[in-house]
């Protein structure tokens, strides 16, 4: 092994790193010295800031995890998710605010059921503490795993507060710019309410860090939904600012906008909110993809967000890659990587992460059947996976250039000092790289390998004494080059040492 990396990388590159678990030798790599597709990778170009990857357990999908009698299966999902060793590791929690008067079906109940009788009067909670068993796993993600972008975002106010009286169907909020209500400006009174729900949290253990009071406003859903322009959105922030900030919770949450449905309205949505002078106020613009996509990134100074973005159509397919098909996991793979690299998007977040078996769609990433208590993993989940793993919040994104043909390359700055290099492979055979990183001197380096037949397997991957990695980006794979933080790369696990 050690006289065949010898002669791979040849003499002048010695001494040589052979990273512990590797896989037999491979003669491509030795070719791909000679035809020297090299990636480089520039740690001085510096693009966006990570706040990461994530899921959605809103409308009772919470509850299939929270209801799970089976303890074992309850902590497994619960890994699944956010376990940063064994599963996902997402850092990102969009919960769904209750606008509804009952449990019934997938509604998530509201903490105001009955209109106090009017805006000016004593509100009159009642929380139930369990949230449409999102603060169970809420309280999971934050404690146990860590998870810090806790979202808690509202479909709809109350149906009390709105133009139509319901929470269904659209409406407006009572008191912005062209809905008035013989009841009076409910605007104060939804603040409040949001401000309430964020101390509901906290006082049960968890910081609520993004607080949305909207969702696909442009669409009057049978189901709880509240339409909202950007110059209304920008009068209710008017309202909501000043009241997070009466109680002291600007330094933690801070406001998500708009949850589009498409793309091109949260770019008129944002620039309304701009044009009020309020772009300072927002610490996330959110979108969804269902209506259109971005085509280059928003100019917005707040991180943006794919907040919800799914397969809503396909069936139920567990597959990695087969013909391409939206659901599979290697189209997410790079869905992810068009949003990141392309569009300057710093978290991405999938519609359900749980969802019973009916409807037998795409729009979760684990089917959980509590009628008999199991579940099946979609590879969307592990194409999520490998970003959500090696990209932590706070990384921060850097260059690459030089990717071959049939490869797409990202790279990213963790706030450990560790960096991970992506590449998404759509070649129908194997491509050997080298890669160079600009201003850093890799001390190690692991590889990482997801394709129909490897499950993140570890690979063979070389570091030269000059730095250069050598590896192998397998067919229609994403292959990723870790290279640990510094300190932990001080005290290495034992490794093989080539000596001239
Ligand atoms: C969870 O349990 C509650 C009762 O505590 C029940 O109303 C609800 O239907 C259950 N939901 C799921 C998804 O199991
Ligand atoms: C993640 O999973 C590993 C392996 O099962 C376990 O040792 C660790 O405690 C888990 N992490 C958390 C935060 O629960
Ligand atoms: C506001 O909150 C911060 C911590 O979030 C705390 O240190 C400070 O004492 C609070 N101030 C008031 C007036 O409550
Ligand atoms: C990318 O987003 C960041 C905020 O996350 C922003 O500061 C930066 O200006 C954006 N870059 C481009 C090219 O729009
Ligand atoms: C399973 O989930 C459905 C949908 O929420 C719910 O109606 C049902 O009560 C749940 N069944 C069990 C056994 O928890
Ligand atoms: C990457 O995806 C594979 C499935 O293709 C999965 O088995 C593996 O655990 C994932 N890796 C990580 C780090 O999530």
Same mark, same amino acid.
């Given at each position: 092994?050690?006289?065949?990396?010898?002669?791979?990388?040849?003499?002048?590159?010695?001494?040589?790193?052979?990273?512990?678990?590797?896989?037999?030798?491979?003669?491509?790599?030795?070719?791909?010295?000679?035809?020297?597709?090299?990636?480089?990778?520039?740690?001085?170009?510096?693009?966006?800031?990570?706040?990461?990857?994530?899921?959605?357990?809103?409308?009772?999908?919470?509850?299939?995890?929270?209801?799970?009698?089976?303890?074992?299966?309850?902590?497994?999902?619960?890994?699944?998710?956010?376990?940063?060793?064994?599963?996902?590791?997402?850092?990102?929690?969009?919960?769904?605010?209750?606008?509804?008067?009952?449990?019934?079906?997938?509604?998530?109940?509201?903490?105001?059921?009955?209109?106090?009788?009017?805006?000016?009067?004593?509100?009159?909670?009642?929380?139930?503490?369990?949230?449409?068993?999102? /603060?169970?796993?809420?309280?999971?993600?934050?404690?146990?795993?860590?998870?810090?972008?806790?979202?808690?975002?509202?479909?709809?106010?109350?149906?009390?507060?709105?133009?139509?009286?319901?929470?269904?169907?659209?409406? #407006?909020?009572?008191?912005?710019?062209?809905?008035?209500?013989?009841?009076?400006?409910?605007?104060?009174?939804?603040?409040?309410?949001?401000?309430?729900?964020?101390?509901?949290?906290?006082?049960?253990?968890?910081?609520? #860090?993004?607080?949305?009071? /909207?969702?696909?406003?442009?669409?009057?859903?049978?189901?709880? #939904?509240?339409?909202?322009?950007?110059?209304?959105?920008?009068?209710?922030?008017?309202?909501?600012?000043?009241?997070?900030?009466?109680?002291?919770?600007?330094?933690?949450?801070?406001?998500?906008?708009?949850?589009?449905?498409?793309?091109?309205?949260?770019?008129?949505?944002?620039?309304?909110?701009?044009?009020?002078?309020?772009?300072?106020?927002?610490?996330?613009?959110?979108?969804?993809?269902?209506?259109?996509?971005?085509?280059?990134?928003?100019?917005?100074?707040?991180?943006?967000?794919?907040?919800?973005?799914?397969?809503?159509?396909?069936?139920?397919?567990?597959?990695?890659?087969?013909?391409?098909?939206?659901?599979?996991?290697?189209?997410?793979?790079?869905?992810?990587?068009?949003?990141?690299?392309?569009?300057?998007?710093?978290?991405?977040?999938?519609?359900?992460?749980?969802?019973?078996?009916?409807?037998?769609?795409?729009?979760?990433?684990?089917?959980?059947?509590?009628?008999?208590?199991?579940?099946?993993?979609?590879?969307?989940?592990?194409?999520?996976?490998?970003?959500?793993?090696?990209?932590?919040?706070?990384?921060?994104?850097?260059?690459?250039?030089?990717?071959?043909?049939?490869?797409?390359?990202?790279?990213?700055?963790?706030?450990?000092?560790?960096?991970?290099?992506?590449?998404?492979?759509?070649?129908?055979?194997?491509?050997?790289?080298?890669?160079?990183?600009?201003?850093?001197?890799?001390?190690?380096?692991?590889?990482?390998?997801?394709?129909?037949?490897?499950?993140?397997?570890?690979?063979?991957?070389?570091?030269?004494?000059?730095?250069?990695? #050598?590896?192998?980006?397998?067919?229609?794979?994403?292959?990723?080059?870790?290279?640990?933080?510094?300190?932990?790369?001080?005290?290495?696990?034992?490794?093989?040492?080539?000596?001239?």
């Amino acid at each position: 092994m050690l006289r065949f990396t010898e002669a791979l990388l040849g003499a002048a590159s010695l001494p040589v790193l052979l990273v512990p678990g590797s896989a037999a030798p491979r003669a491509d790599l030795l070719e791909q010295r000679q035809s020297g597709n090299t990636i480089t990778v520039d740690l001085s170009k510096t693009f966006q800031t990570m706040d990461g990857f994530g899921i959605s357990l809103a409308f009772q999908r919470a509850n299939l995890i929270t209801n799970m009698s089976d303890k074992k299966k309850q902590r497994e999902l619960l890994d699944l998710l956010f376990n940063t060793t064994t599963g996902a590791g997402f850092s990102i929690l969009r919960n769904g605010i209750g606008s509804s008067p009952d449990s019934s079906g997938d509604h998530m109940n509201t903490f105001a059921p009955r209109n106090p009788g009017g805006p000016k009067a004593a509100a009159q909670y009642q929380w139930d503490g369990k949230d449409s068993g999102q /603060l169970f796993v809420s309280q999971e993600a934050y404690n146990t795993y860590g998870v810090r972008n806790i979202y808690g975002d509202a479909w709809s106010a109350p149906g009390f507060m709105k133009t139509n009286n319901n929470e269904n169907n659209g409406g #407006s909020l009572c008191g912005v710019t062209g809905a008035t209500c013989s009841s009076g400006d409910w605007k104060q009174a939804y603040a409040d309410y949001l401000v309430a729900y964020v101390k509901f949290y906290a006082e049960a253990g968890v910081t609520v #860090s993004h607080l949305g009071f /909207l969702n696909e406003p442009e669409f009057s859903a049978s189901y709880a #939904s509240m339409r909202s322009s950007g110059a209304q959105a920008a009068d209710f922030m008017k309202v909501l600012y000043p009241t997070m900030q009466a109680a002291n919770i600007t330094d933690k949450t801070g406001i998500a906008c708009c949850e589009s449905e498409g793309w091109g309205n949260q770019v008129s949505m944002t620039n309304a909110i701009k044009s009020a002078g309020l772009e300072g106020q927002l610490k996330a613009v959110t979108s969804h993809t269902y209506t259109g996509g971005p085509s280059g990134p928003m100019n917005v100074r707040a991180p943006v967000w794919l907040s919800e973005q799914c397969d809503l159509n396909g069936q139920w397919t567990t597959s990695w890659y087969s013909n391409g098909g939206a659901g599979e996991g290697l189209t997410w793979a790079n869905n992810v990587y068009s949003a990141v690299v392309n569009n300057n998007i710093s978290g991405y977040v999938y519609w359900e992460g749980v969802q019973w078996p009916n409807p037998n769609t795409n729009e979760k990433l684990i089917k959980v059947d509590n009628k008999t208590n199991t579940y099946e993993v979609a590879k969307r989940h592990w194409a999520l996976a490998n970003w959500s793993r090696y990209v932590r919040p706070g990384a921060v994104r850097i260059g690459t250039s030089g990717a071959p043909s049939g490869l797409r390359t990202a790279a990213f700055k963790n706030i450990d000092g560790s960096i991970a290099i992506m590449a998404i492979s759509s070649s129908a055979s194997a491509v050997s790289v080298s890669i160079k990183v600009s201003g850093a001197t890799p001390a190690a380096v692991e590889a990482y390998v997801s394709d129909n037949t490897h499950n993140c397997e570890k690979m063979m991957a070389t570091l030269a004494a000059d730095g250069t990695i #050598s590896g192998s980006v397998s067919s229609r794979s994403i292959t990723t080059f870790f290279l640990p933080a510094p300190a932990a790369a001080a005290a290495p696990p034992p490794v093989a040492r080539a000596v001239g």
